[in-house]
């Protein structure tokens, strides 16, 4: 019997068609699209629901609830979930949907997309539509519970991916974590890393994102006080610092953000969470001084999570602890659903 497959329209590139200018604008549902794709009604018992259509950089938190809710509502329904989406924000819905269903999740959600609208020649969106509908039939066969990215040949873990071209067809990677299959001539084969369901661990959803995160991209001479009204204005929930290597923080006056942490964390009970830039990095902020100053100073490293990763997991975890420092460190410092070391 073929597998029931429920694919979800979230707009994106690969639900968009020129408009007489030739700008590209969303379709005006995803149905229309995949008629062009008959093939995946011959793979699979398909079924296609239009929840939204926009561009991926308008996509916020309350979106995420949106596809949670979608996705939740038909768990039971269907062998597996495709989400179609756009590239921009892709591996930020695909993280957040990973942490609000934990190891809970009983099916494989695989969010896909493309570099070009399936109505142009030589588009990539036919491709990745095909093999996200292999990935999601094979992972149903193997009983294997993964929120992934599909992307040309790569099968990955979602909260792992950042995007790494705007332009290349292979947009994605997960460059501090292996893939967790391939797709070839013969077909999709999953590696020793993926999550199987386990049917021991009841679904609990936890959907809840909080806003007001400030991130910030650390550079030589940025000055804590422009900083610091962000902090002190009552609207900053959480503080990411994008770090310069493995953890290291500015600890030399006047450019100095040690004071601003102590601050942040002590007066205004305010997390402050340092993240590495570089894509694969980790956080090592007790081997130079600068970095040890700055845990210290009550700072929390993210180890090896990317920044979006990092960025997403500290929005869900402000609205699942109790203002306590310890309980929201031990929250980011765990491995909720693979998506750090």
Known sequence: ?????????????????????????????????????????????????????????????????????????????????????????????????????????????????????????????KFNLENSLKVVIEAALQNIAEVMIVFSYSVLRGNRAIKISESKFNAFDTPAFPHLGSITATGVAFGPLVLKADPSVKLEIKKDFAEGVLAIELYPGIQPDVIMPSVESGRCKALLLKSLGAGNVPSEDPYSLLPLIRYATEKMNIPVLVSTKFTGGNTHMEIYEPGKLALEAGAIPTGDLTDVAAQVKCMWALNTWTRSKDEFKRIIASNVVGEKS
Request: avoid cysteine.
């Open 1 to 125: 019997m073929k597998k029931k497959i429920l694919i979800l329209g979230f707009g994106g590139t690969i639900a968009m068609v020129p408009d007489a200018t030739g700008v590209l604008r969303p379709a005006k549902s995803i149905e229309e699209m995949l008629a062009i794709v008959p093939s995946l009604g011959e793979m699979a018992d398909v079924t296609v629901r239009q929840l939204i259509n926009l561009d991926s950089t308008n996509l916020n938190p309350k979106h995420w609830t949106i596809l949670i809710d979608a996705i939740a509502e038909d768990h039971d329904n269907y062998d597996g979930i495709i989400v179609t989406h756009g590239t921009d924000t892709m591996a930020y819905s695909a993280s957040a949907i990973s942490l609000a269903f934990g190891r809970g999740l009983k099916k494989t959600i695989v969010f896909t997309g493309s570099q070009l609208p399936l109505v142009e020649y030589g588009t990539d969106a």
